[in-house]
């Protein structure tokens, strides 16, 4: 028999369910069955197979959603998980895991850190506990701490710039979302420049031009998207999208108006910092024909060959809202680009690579989520709800890529994916129809 310590004013409020339910673990019954396929798995793992770590990992969450109650799990959302996103953050702003770190594994005392950063020693304290509390730094001793595999990761600019730019550049957004849908009747939000995120911020920029006006927010933004990809089954292995036999084999060496010397092998459209273009040098490095990296002005700035890109890469600005200006390339890619628009500018920047494309030659490789009828990955489906309240955009269905690539006067020749991980991007290959 559970019992209850009842409400404020100490009556449980009568409801559809009784409070009871709020304080027994969610679902004891499977938790024999779990540990046991746990041990099993567990047992059987080796340190490079992915699969079953990843089978092994989603165990464990249901394990520990089936022992936590529903009042645990809701302390954990409310104040344990935001508040931890908090100290993380200012972790990352003042330096703490380099300073944890640079020394290797020795434990540090909060105090002396406190004083090396010029941060008051009590503040110090209190966030090491609660990163410590949550399991992400160990706890020596009363307010002394050595780095986990984890903390050393948030040295890294692409691990650890995800925190600040997320609680600066996001969360507001997300925050603001509900009350947001209340004032709109609970209408899908569809218009990039009137959405959540210019309620939240009081701007009229998008996402992209707030994070790139309010820097460092878009240097960090541009290192959160080559941590996104870190780890990920990629569309240029072997095992994923044959590159030699569908992409390099049918580049058309021939001079022509559009491509007077060396053609165009790949766009990569909105591509970032160009870390997938890097990628396909470094995995395809004989593979003839120009690689090409487009962004907005404030990105293409960021990179080149004096931030380490590889100098084969060309970039240039361009405003994929405008005239592609390379025409008749053998294929033109992107990543993570389309699910930040609502249908309607889909289309437009659709139609801007479809008329720079040439029948029967060109491809347009899209790598992006195809959300699965039902059981779709926690990862995709998160993404789906910021870029709800971020842009005003989705994540895709195959019903719903298919709906808009055919609008945009384009053919689906094949959607390409990896039985490596579940949920994983997918490579969609199309040409003009
Ligand atoms: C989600 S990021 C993806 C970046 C990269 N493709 C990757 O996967 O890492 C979207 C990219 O679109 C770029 N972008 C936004 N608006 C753009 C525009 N009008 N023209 C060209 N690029 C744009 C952003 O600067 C950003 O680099």
């Known amino acids: 028999m559970v019992t209850t310590n009842g409400t404020a004013n100490g009556n449980p409020r009568k409801g559809l369910v009784d409070v009871s339910i709020a304080l027994r673990p969610n ?24 699969a079953r770590r990843l089978q ?17 799990t809701m302390i954990k959302h409310c104040w344990a998980e935001p508040s931890c996103l908090m100290a993380l953050s200012i972790g990352v702003n003042i330096g703490l895991f380099h300073h944890m770190v640079k020394d290797g594994d020795r434990s540090k005392k909060a105090g002396d850190l406190a004083k090396t950063l010029g941060i008051h020693p009590p503040l110090l304290c209190r966030l090491m506990r609660h990163m410590a509390a949550m399991g992400y730094m160990t706890e020596v001793a009363a307010d002394e701490y050595k780095p986990t595999n984890f903390t050393k990761s948030l040295t890294i600019p692409i691990i650890g710039d995800g925190y600040p730019c997320i609680v600066n550049g996001c969360l507001p957004a997300l925050i603001a979302t509900p009350n947001w849908l209340a004032d709109h009747d609970y209408q899908t939000p569809n218009d990039v420049s009137h959405g959540p995120y210019q309620a939240a911020y009081n701007t009229p920029l998008n996402f992209f031009e707030w994070l790139q006006a309010n820097q460092p927010n878009g240097t960090q933004f541009n290192h959160h998207m080559g941590g996104y990809r870190q780890g990920r089954p990629s569309w240029m292995d072997a095992d994923f999208y044959p590159v030699q036999a569908r992409l390099i084999q049918g580049l058309d060496t021939a001079p022509t108006t559009a491509t007077p010397h060396n053609p165009v092998l790949l766009v990569d459209i909105g591509g970032g910092l160009g870390h997938d273009l890097a990628e396909f040098r470094r995995k395809h490095p004989r593979a003839p024909g120009r690689l090409v990296l487009q962004d907005v002005p404030a990105v293409i700035a960021q990179t080149g060959p004096s931030a380490g890109l590889d100098a084969a890469i060309e970039t240039m600005v361009y405003d994929f809202h405008t005239e592609q200006p390379i025409v008749g390339a053998r294929a033109y890619y992107m990543h993570s680009v389309l699910h930040d628009w609502p249908d309607e500018v889909c289309g437009n920047i659709l139609g801007r690579v479809a008329a720079a494309m040439r029948p029967g030659y060109s491809r347009l490789l899209i790598n992006e989520n195809v959300i699965p009828g039902t059981g779709a990955d926690w990862q995709a489906t998160a993404l789906d709800l910021m870029m709800l309240s971020l842009l005003s955009s989705r994540e895709r269905t195959e019903t719903d890529w298919r709906r808009l690539l055919e609008d945009a ?23 003009l129809a």
């Open 27 to 50: 679902d004891l019954e499977r938790v024999p069955g779990l540990i046991q396929d746990i041990s099993a798995t567990g047992d059987a793992l080796k340190p490079d197979d992915g």
């Open 56 to 72: 092994l990992l989603e165990k464990a969450r249901d394990l520990v959603r089936a022992l936590e109650t529903p009042r645990e």
């Open 409 to 431: 006067g384009l053919r689906v020749l094949k959607i390409w994916g990896s039985d490596k991980q579940n949920g994983v991007e997918s490579l969609i290959e199309c040409e």
